[in-house]
């Protein structure tokens, strides 16, 4: 017989949130502002705890919808792009990218520690997150934490991080 391995999942109507981004491409290409409603799913996995439980899903759902609503109806900015200059202050956020500028109040803003602001980074950004709320709360680091972001029904990005 061989050896179990378990995990659990969560995509519910309300892990969602809706926020502005702009992303560049190859060639200097830089998308103009829009935004997106997106939905978040989470597997993790993990060796079974005393309550035979890889988690429980109430602590789950509560820890990703807490870092879901510092996104929601935010502009996603990254801070760690190679040309997209990002500089805040209490008041206000301002990026540029070669000759555009924007600004945006403070309070409106989510300034990430990625390099751009695709599917696929903001689904590492909340696994890193998420993996972190997890040890928090139950003391252990999951096995692995996957986060699939959908930003438009059926364009997932998706992440798998590793815990030890």
Known sequence: MGTA???????????????????????GTCERLHGHN????AEIRGPLDENHCVV????LV???RAIL?????RMLLPTQHPRIRVTAD???????????????????CAL???????????????????????EARAGTRPTLVRIEV??????????ELSGG
């Open 62 to 64: 509560e820890s990703l």
């Open 90 to 108: 209490e008041k206000e956020v301002t990026a540029s990218f070669e000759d555009r500028r924007w600004v945006f109040p403070r309070h409106d």
């Open 56 to 59: 429980d899903f109430a602590v």
């Open 112 to 134: 990430l520690p990625v390099a751009n602001t695709t599917a696929e980074l903001l689904a590492g950004y909340i696994a890193c997150r998420l993996a972190a709320a997890l």
């Open 150 to 159: 959908d930003e438009c029904e059926g364009q997932v990005g998706a992440c």
């Open 5 to 27: 391995q378990y995990h659990v999942r969560v995509e519910k109507d309300y892990l969602v949130f809706s926020a502005g981004h702009f992303i560049t491409l190859a060639g």
């Open 69 to 73: 609503g510092e996104l929601d109806h």
């Open 38 to 41: 997106y939905r978040v799913a």
